[in-house]
Every structure is written in structure tokens, then in C-alpha cells.
């Protein structure tokens, strides 16, 4: 019996994990087209020692993440973050971020209150919300309509969007609710008062007080290496693949001067890169995937002398509403927020820039951006000097859009899959979850519906 080819297209660390977990199952080949693997995970040189200047962390609660740390032998390493004390700048001035809130949606109003952030009219009007009336909507709904509907607009715009403005880079009026906000879009299916059902939420969730966030000594980049080199030369770099077709015996993987065979194919890169490889297969899948948006985004990292950094919160960082009209969306102060971190001469920090409407930032030449960033933050953290040393890193369309309706495109766009022939197998980032823990659990569940179809396939050819 012949061993079964899989195609895994994408370097991120979904098609890595995928091929990771597929290495013993199958002939498994991974096509990054870029020369670099990692996708949104890259750990530079800054400062002295390593920074990472895409995503910075996994979530810890979700399991996915931190299991596949222990499975690669990182367990030793991780680090959770010395304070989770974030602030807003408003006006400013920095808050507090209020405790008891669900991705900033309130459930404590004494914590709210207390934050200053928003004032007796926006107060009352939460406090109201289980006297008033519920409207029916079906379907999905955006994260401005549900959460503005119920406490207001102020809540969306100084608790809601600054949250994930950090995640989505996207605009609160055309994020998906139900893909974005699951514990608030579950809590607003199951109870008539979304401010009671958040509650209960709460509660059900107390015992899990563990640290909300982990990443990895030395930075994630290490765990990009460490499954590139379990995998080997099953991992080739500048391998693009031009376009997917069925074949005889299975799948044709067009390169650019071959095709190949394969049983099965992961797809694990961006919306449009699997539309253009599917436009000619699964055009109708192919036009669902390519209206899929993404926002381009920045992170200018800046290292400050100790000396000018007396006055600066002793807090994990600072979110920005797009309400301020700043370029600068959110800053983590990484040597305050990693313990592994805390040692270092200066204080090390990164400020993320740019929003799915709103290229001022990365419309800016290096330079010229990163003189408006280090201002910005001065301004916000009360730095007496500038900094003295700067990176700027652009990761262009880097972040999926979830538009209302998110799932339900997902469910067109896999039926649409399987109406054709058997093989082609959807993830990353722009379908199921941005986060690096959910990009894990992601190529977990690829590895397995992969396995399932080979051995379905092998039953089937051997049944009389």
C-alpha cells in the first residue's frame, strides 16, 4: 500500500502544526512561497535579545496552545505576564481598564464607575439594561449594534473597540458579534439581559483565574524553529503554489514548473492567496474566500533609557480608542509585562499601529513613522526622552476581517468544498480564529479530518 501524499500550504504555524501533527501518517510536504516560515510569529533582535515583533503571546485558556508548547518540549520555557493591569488613554489621561468586563463589555458597574471612564448617563444607562426590552434580530449582528444596543455607544467605544482594535485592527460596526464576542454572543442568545447573562458568565468562570496570556523564553520564534526542524526537508521555503486542480487519482498541486499528485491538501494561508490557488477548481468557493477583508497593520519597537521612564504605569501597556484619532492603537510594555523581560537595560516596549480604515501610519516612510510613534508614546507614558533605539516591522493584510455573518460564510464555503472532489481541507487564520492558541487548535482539528479522509479512502478502495 502506498504511502498517502498531503499538501500543506502555508509556513504559519497552522500548516507547520498541521504537518507536525500529520509527520507519521502520511507523506507531508509543506509549500511556504515566502523565504521565511512563521507566518505573523517573528522574534528579532532588538535591544540587546530577542523581541518578538508580531504576535507576543498565546492565550492561556485556551488548552490548544499551551499543549503544543508541552508536546514540542517548550513547557520549561513558558513565561506568563508579571501584571495583566492595562490602561486607557482618553483625553489624555491614562485609566484604568475596568476589572469585571467580558472583552470590555461590563459586568461589575462599580468597577466601571470607578475607572472614570465613562460618566453617569452611560452608567445609568447599563445599570437600566435588565428593565429593557429585548429586539429580535436574526442571524449575526455587529459588535457595535448588539453591544451599543444594550449599553450604549460609549461602552463600544472606550471598553469594546480599543480590545479589539489590539486583536482585529477592524471597526466595531462591521465585526461579527458571534465570531469575534463568543461569550457575549452566547450570553446574549441564552439570557434576556446580556448584562445578567454576562454575569453568570462570570461566575461559571470564576475558578479559572489563572494567567490569561503565556509566550515562550527567548521569544516564539522559537517554537516556529523547533517545528520547522522536527519536519525537516518535509518544509520547503520559496515554493509557491499557482493553483489547485482535481486529477485522476486525486489532487494536482501546480508549482511553478511542475504539478504533483496529492491525496489531500491543506490550505493554511490568507483568504485571497486560497482563492487565486481555488479560482479555477471551486470558482464559487473561490469568490466566497476572496470577500474576506484584512487590515494592514505595524509595530514600531522602541527601547527607552530607565532614567526618562520614572513616570510610566506598572502596567502590562495601554489601549488607544480610535476615538482619540491617534496613530498609535495600543502599546505593550514588554519589559514591565514579561518577567524574562524585566532585566533588560532600558525599557523595551512596543506600540502597534494601523486600523482596516485608517493607513495614516503605514502611509509614512520608516523614519517619519517611527518620530510619530515615539511622540505619541512619550505623550501617553510620560517618557522625559526619546527613544534610543527604534524598529519599525509592516505586516501588510495581516489581519482577517470577521464581518457579520462570518460563520455562515465558513459553512457556504466548506459546503461548496465538498461538493467537488475529495481532498481540500480550510484553515488559518482567516476562517477560525486569530489568536496563536487557536491557530493550534486549528491544525490539530486539520490533522484529524486529513487522517479521516485518508482512511475513509483506504476503505473505501478496499471494500469489494
Known sequence: ??????????????????????????????????????????????????????????????????????????????????????????????????????????????????????????????????????????????????????????????????????????????????????????????????????????????????????????????????????????????????????????????????????????????????AAMLATGWPKAARELAGIRTASVGVVALAYDRRDAAAVPAASGVLVPRSEHRLVKAITISTTKWPHLADRPRLVLRASVGRVDDDRALALPDDDLADRVDEEVRAALGLLGPARERLVVRWPHALPQYGVGHHAKLDRIRHLLEQGPAGIHLGGASCDGVGLSARAGDAARLANDVRWQLARGVAEGAAP
Not at 137 to 164: C, I, M
Not at 174 to 179: D, E, G, I, K, T
Open 1 to 274: 500500500m502506498s504511502v498517502p501524499r498531503v499538501a500543506v500550504i502555508g509556513g504559519g504555524l497552522t500548516g507547520l502544526a498541521t504537518a507536525w501533527h500529520l509527520r507519521a501518517d502520511a507523506e507531508v510536504v509543506v509549500h511556504e512561497a515566502s523565504d521565511r516560515l512563521g507566518g505573523q510569529i517573528a522574534t528579532v533582535p532588538f535591544d540587546g535579545g530577542p523581541l518578538d515583533v508580531g504576535a507576543d503571546a498565546m492565550l492561556a485558556r485556551q488548552r490548544a496552545g499551551p499543549e503544543l508548547l508541552e508536546q514540542l518540549g517548550l513547557g520549561a520555557d513558558v513565561v506568563h505576564p508579571a501584571t495583566g493591569a492595562v490602561r486607557l488613554w482618553l483625553a489624555g489621561q491614562l485609566r484604568p481598564l475596568p476589572s469585571g468586563t467580558v472583552f470590555g463589555v461590563p459586568t461589575d458597574l462599580r468597577s466601571v464607575a470607578a475607572s472614570g471612564v465613562l460618566g453617569p448617563a452611560d452608567l445609568a444607562f447599563i445599570a437600566s439594561e435588565p428593565l429593557r426590552p429585548r429586539r429580535f434580530v436574526p442571524g449575526d449582528r455587529s459588535v457595535a449594534d448588539l453591544v451599543g444596543e444594550r449599553f450604549g455607544a460609549r461602552v463600544v467605544e472606550r471598553l469594546v473597540e480599543p480590545l479589539l482594535g489590539g486583536v482585529y485592527a477592524g471597526d466595531a460596526r462591521q465585526l461579527s458579534a458571534q465570531a469575534t464576542l463568543p461569550p457575549v454572543w452566547a450570553a446574549a442568545e441564552q439570557h434576556r439581559s446580556l448584562l445578567r447573562g454576562l454575569a453568570a458568565h462570570r461566575t461559571r468562570t470564576a475558578d479559572d483565574d489563572g494567567p490569561v496570556f503565556l509566550t515562550v523564553r527567548g521569544g516564539l520564534g522559537r517554537v516556529v524553529d523547533r517545528l520547522a526542524a522536527e519536519l525537516g526537508p518535509r518544509v520547503r521555503t520559496g515554493s509557491p503554489v499557482r493553483a489547485i486542480s482535481a486529477a485522476a487519482d486525486g489532487l494536482a498541486l501546480h508549482l511553478d514548473d511542475r504539478a504533483e499528485l496529492v491525496d489531500a491538501v491543506v490550505l493554511a494561508v490568507p483568504a485571497a492567496a486560497a
